[in-house]
């Protein structure tokens, strides 16, 4: 079953908006440290980011219920697609947990604050190879077809 253009391209805009505002809210609680700002941006840090974890959790839980289908063979692109948002997912699920653990690093190196941080760019870092792979798609399919 596929999802219609439009809902696709909003649900979309929506994750990545949830997305931006989970990341400048973490952002923000470094320059609020030691501030009663802190606590709010924490809330607005903690609270998209749970939505985005909560939903990631039940996609992957229905999508994991469909491998017992054979997919056919798909297109390099959407092959790629599939493959990236398998790691979205999959980073996705191990933030709140480093997040969680964040608030128990005693270390002055802060490891679990810097893997914390990896995986976010890392995130980032995949959607940009995901737009990449999809604009390569669509500039090759209207070269076709011209």
């Known amino acids: 079953m596929t999802m219609p253009r439009s809902k696709l391209i909003a649900v979309h805009a929506l994750a990545f908006l949830m997305l931006l505002m989970t ?21 607005l840090h903690i609270f998209p980011g749970s939505i985005i974890f909560i939903l990631i959790l039940f996609e992957w839980l229905e999508r994991n219920q469909e491998k017992l289908v054979h997919t056919p063979d798909t297109p390099t692109h959407l092959w790629v697609n599939r493959k990236l948002h398998r790691a979205y997912y999959l980073i996705l699920l191990a933030l709140p947990i480093t997040g969680i653990a964040v608030f128990f690093d005693l ?31 669509k500039f090759k399919q209207k070269k076709s077809l011209t």
């Open 23 to 43: 990341w400048a809210c973490g952002e923000a609680i470094k320059s609020e440290a030691g501030t009663p700002f802190v606590a709010l941006y924490y809330v």
């Open 107 to 137: 270390m002055t190196s802060r490891p679990f604050y810097q893997l914390h941080s990896l995986l976010f760019t890392l995130l980032l870092a995949l959607v940009v190879v995901n737009l990449c792979s999809m604009a390569v798609a």
